[in-house]
């Protein structure tokens, strides 16, 4: 993992203060929507975006309350004309000129920073081993940031699930996933790339977005380093996942 904005870990983990139960499942379901949400906003600027950083606001609460600042100043910069939202949009992410912020992971992790690379079909593979493909309608590459980031939502809900199911040994493997994940992939790049994300946008709405991904990101790496991997969660599945499928 980078450096980038750094948040206090919202739980201590030691030998003799453990979070309760009630508290893990609060924790680990919002670190599980935060990913979805913040993955819902690498797409296209479109009408759900006020609500949508309403909830960011109450899930980094509970996960990372360093950036909750962050998730104000999309609200605020909500307030600009939507035409010039999704022009910044397209000059950082998409083109059809020089793409000011490549969103995919192999631009950052390849060394002749090229798309399509050793490390998107890495994160590929990592997909179909939890069981995934991508979604029909999704024609990016595997390792752009918005797959990434559902992934990772995909595979905290599993350990959920697994957990739920009083299956340790499944949600140990669910718990390493994601810390493998991070190290080798999004927690990778997420920093280079958020920083040409600040640089380059013209609107103060993208500038927070890249922010408040990279401060959470910093956060949930320290969380799912010392979090330990048995309990039982009293939460039901709640994950959604655009750009992959089962």
Partial sequence: MGTGTGCTFRFRINEEDFMNVEDFTVYETARGRTYKLLADYYHMPDNEMRERAISLSETLAIVCPEAAPYAAGLKIGLEANPDQLSVDYA???????????????????????????????????????????????????????????????????KAIEASINSNTEETVHYLKKQKSF??????????????????????????????????????DYSSISAVPAAGQFDSEKLVEINSLRV
Avoid at 110 to 135: F, H, N, P, V
Avoid at 137 to 153: G, N, Q, R, W, Y
Avoid at 209 to 215: G, I, Q, S, V
């Fill in 91 to 157: 000059r950082l992410f998409v083109g059809p000129f020089a793409i000011a912020a490549p969103p995919y992971g192999s631009v950052y992790l390849e060394g002749k920073r090229q798309l399509m690379g050793d490390s998107t079909q890495d994160a590929l593979r990592r997909y179909r081993a939890a069981g995934l493909e991508s979604a029909g309608d999704f024609k990016d590459a595997p390792d752009h940031i918005t797959v990434e980031l559902e992934f990772m939502s995909f595979l905290i809900f």
């Fill in 182 to 219: 991070l190290e080798d992939h999004l927690g990778a790049w997420i920093f280079e790339f958020a920083d040409a994300v600040v640089k380059a946008a013209d609107t103060v709405f993208f500038q927070n977005l890249a922010n408040a991904t990279a401060a959470f990101l910093k956060n």
